[in-house]
C-alpha cells in the first residue's frame, strides 16, 4: 500500500501489524536453514528436546481491522499471536511433519530456481508422501502454515499463485518486452491473470474506461464480454471465476492504485457466498492474512441486492443451503461488515433464500448489459 | 509352595529347614544350599535383593522347573531384564513400619520348547512376613488401579488365584514375558505385628519397580503415546536430512555436521544423516517418556489433523465447487 496509505494516520495499528515478507530465494533458503539449524541444537542440547514449531495464529480472535483515516480502504490483518505444532501433540504430529515436508519440498525447488502451482505441489507431495498428504486442501493449509512460520510469501517459496482470474474490456496490458494485449479484442475468453506476481508487477497498462466491474462468475463474466457491455459504459471487467484468488486480487489492486478514479463495484450473486467474496476483495482475508491485507481494495456492492430481488420472478428465488448458514455466520461475527452490509445479509437470512445473477436473464439475454448500465447510471452501489 | 519359598532366599530360613530335617535324605538339603549360579550374595544383602536375586533364578529356572538356569532360552544377559521398588510407611501413617517390596522381571524369549508359553498372562506372587501367602483385596486393587498405559501395557483384569494374583494383558508381544512378586512385610518382624496390607503402599511399591526397569532400560516399557510417536521419526528425520543435503551453502551442511556429530568430510550420504537425525529423535522421546510429567495425550485440540476451525469462507467455497475437477475451481 503506497502513498495514500503512508499518509494516512496509523499509530497503534502498525505496531500490531504481523505481516509476511516478500523475499528472493536464497533468503528464504536462509530462513529454512535457521529453522533446520534451531531444531538440531535444540535435540542435541544437554537438555535435549524436540521444538515445537510456532506459527502466527490465522483465526478471527488474531486478526484486527486497521481503517484508514484519509483512505476509503480498511483491511484485516494479523497480529502477533502464535500457537505451535508440536510433534508430541497426539492427533497434531502429522500436522507438524507436513510442515517439514513442505518446507523440504519448497527448498528443493528454491534450489532448482523452479516455481510451482499449489497444484504441482499437491500432486508431488502425494506421491513422495502418501501418508502425510491427502488433499490439496490440506496442501493449502500446509503452505500457509509455512509462511506463518517463515514470516514470507506464498510467491516467495517459489509457489504461484494460480491462473485463474481473466480481464476483458477496455484496458490494454502489455508485459515487458511483449505487445500490448487490448483486452476488448480478446473474445468471451478475456485476457488470463497470470499466477507470476512478478510477471503482473511488471505490467504496463492503459486505460480509458471509467469503471471496474468484478464479476463472481465465470458464465457471467463470459456474456458481458461477448455483448461488450464494456463498451457501452466504458469498463474494465475482472472474474477471478468464484473466490478471489491472490494474483486477480494483486492485479485488481494495481488497477486501483494506477487509476484511483475508477469506482470499483461488484456482482455477485444475492447470497451469503457473494458477499464473502465481495468482502475478500474489500479487506482480505484471514486464511491468507499474513499477505492479503497489501491487496485491498474499496469494491462497492453494485449487485445482486435485496431491491433488485423485484426485478427477477419468484420462482428463481431458491432456498439456503446448510453451507450459506455456516458462512454467514462467519460474516456476521466479523468485525468489518458495514451496516448496509449486514442489513442485506440480515434481510437473506431471514428469508431463507438466494438468488443467482442468471435470474435476471428471465427479462431477456440482453437484460444483463442494461441492468449494469442503469445502475451504475444511477450509481446505484454501496 | 517350595519353588516360590526359594525365591526369597533366606539363609536364616534355610538353616531351619536343616535342622529340622536331621535325618531327611540329602537331596531336599542339597536344594536348600544349591550354590547360587546367577547372582552370588553375601550374607549383609538387604531384603529386596535378595527377593530381586530369588525371582531372578525362579524366572531363570523356568519356575525353579530346573536345577540349573535354561542355556538355551536365556543365551545372553541381556534376556532379562530385572528391577525393584520398596515402599515403606511413614511414621506419621496409621499403620507405621510397614514395608512393601515389589520386583518386576521382563525377559524377552523367542517361543522356544522348553517354555510353557504364558501368553498374555503375569502370575504376580505374593510373599507376606516371608511366608508365602494368599493374595489381598488392597494388593488386586493396587494393581488394577496402576496407569499401565503409561508403562505401554493395557491390563485386562486381574484376578484372586488363591495362591497368586492372575494379571491378563492386552496383547503383549508375543515373545515378551512379565514376572512380579510382592512382599509384604513389618520391619520388625521376625516380631509379631497385626497390620493390614496398604493399598497405596502396594501401589507405590509397583510403580517404583516399573519406573527403575524403565529408567534402568531405555526403551523398555514405554508408553503407548510414545511408541507411537517413535514411528513418525523416519519421516521427520527424512525431511530435515534432505533439507541439509540439498543445501549448497557448506557453512551451513558443515554446522549441521557438527551439531549431528559426523564427520566433516563431504562424503556424507542422506541415509546417514537421516539415521542420526532419527536417532537422537527417538532417544528424546524415550528419555522424555520416562519423566514424570509425560505429556498427555491431548484432548482435542486446535489442531487436531483434519477438522476446519475457523470458517474460512475459501474452503467452503473449495468444497462446494472442487466436485468438478476443474484445476480452476481452487482459491488462491
Known sequence: ???????????????????????????????????????????????????????????????????????????????????????????????????????????????????????????????????????????????????ALLRCSRYSLGIMASSKGLVAGRILLQEPNQEAVDCSACGSSGYAISGDLNLLESLIMKTDARYIVVVEKHAIFQRLAEDHVFNQIPSILLTAKGYPDIATRFLLHRMSRAFPDLPILALVDWNPAGLAILSTYKFGSIGMGLEAYRYACNVKWLGLRGDDLQLIPQQSLAPLKPRDLQIARSLISSTTLQDNYRQELAVMMQSGQRAEIEALYSNGYDYLGKYLAKKIVQANYI | ??????????????????????????????????????????????????????????????????????????????????????????????????????????????????????????????????????????????????????????????????????????????????????????????????????????????????????????????????????????????SIAGIILSSNDLKFRSKCSTLLELSQSQAIGKQTVEDRIKEKIISVIETNDRKPEKIKEAAPFLFEDDRPQDLDPADLYLEEHAGGGNVFSFPD
Open chain 1, 1 to 147: 500500500m503506497d502513498d495514500l496509505s503512508k499518509s494516512s494516520m496509523k499509530f497503534f495499528s502498525d505496531q500490531q501489524l504481523c505481516f509476511a515478507d516478500i523475499l528472493l530465494p536464497h533468503e528464504v533458503q536462509a530462513r529454512i536453514q535457521v529453522a533446520v539449524l534451531n531444531f538440531l541444537k535444540i535435540l542435541s542440547s544437554p537438555d535435549p528436546e524436540i521444538s515445537d514449531l510456532p506459527l502466527i495464529n490465522r483465526k478471527s480472535s488474531n486478526s484486527r481491522v486497521s481503517e484508514g483515516i484519509l483512505t476509503d480502504v480498511s483491511w484485516i490483518f494479523l497480529s502477533h499471536s502464535f500457537c505451535s505444532r508440536s510433534l508430541m501433540k497426539a492427533n497434531a504430529t502429522k500436522a507438524f511433519i507436513r510442515v517439514w515436508k513442505v518446507m523440504e519440498m519448497c527448498f528443493e525447488f528454491l534450489t532448482q530456481e523452479k516455481r510451482v502451482t499449489q497444484r504441482e505441489l499437491f500432486y508431488k507431495l502425494l506421491c513422495d508422501s502418501p501418508h502425510y498428504f491427502s488433499s490439496q486442501l490440506q496442501v493449502n493449509r500446509t503452505i500457509q502454515d509455512v509462511v
Open chain 2, 1 to 238: 509352595m517350595d519353588h516360590e519359598m526359594l525365591i526369597l532366599k533366606i539363609p536364616s530360613v534355610a538353616a531351619e529347614l536343616v535342622i529340622e530335617r536331621g535325618d531327611a535324605s540329602g537331596l531336599r538339603c542339597e536344594n536348600v544350599f544349591l550354590p547360587n549360579e546367577c547372582s552370588p550374595l553375601n550374607f549383609s544383602s538387604s531384603n529386596v535383593e535378595r527377593l530381586k536375586s530369588g525371582l531372578e533364578e525362579y524366572v531363570l529356572k523356568h519356575r525353579n522347573s530346573l536345577n540349573n538356569k535354561c542355556d538355551s532360552c536365556f543365551c545372553s544377559r541381556e534376556k532379562l531384564k530385572i528391577s525393584s521398588g520398596v515402599a515403606s510407611s511413614m511414621e506419621s501413617h496409621r499403620s507405621p513400619g510397614l514395608i512393601v517390596e515389589a520386583v518386576i522381571a521382563i525377559s524377552e524369549l523367542p517361543e522356544s520348547l522348553c517354555f510353557r508359553s504364558s501368553g498374555n498372562k503375569t502370575e504376580v506372587l505374593h510373599f507376606k512376613d516371608f511366608s508365602p501367602s494368599s493374595v489381598s483385596i488392597a494388593s488386586l486393587n493396587a494393581l488394577t488401579s496402576i496407569d499401565w498405559r503409561s508403562y505401554g501395557l493395557t491390563l485386562v483384569s486381574a484376578v484372586d488365584q488363591v495362591d497368586h494374583a492372575l494379571i491378563e494383558w492386552e496383547s503383549l508381544p508375543p515373545y515378551l514375558h512379565i514376572d512380579m512378586v510382592i512382599h509384604c512385610y513389618h520391619k520388625q518382624y521376625p516380631g509379631k505385628y497385626k497390620y493390614q496390607p496398604d493399598r497405596h503402599l502396594i501401589k507405590k511399591g509397583v510403580k517404583l519397580a516399573l519406573d527403575d526397569l524403565k529408567e534402568k532400560h531405555t526403551g523398555l516399557l514405554l508408553s503407548a503415546h510414545a511408541v507411537k510417536i517413535c514411528s513418525y521419526a523416519p519421516d521427520l528425520a527424512s
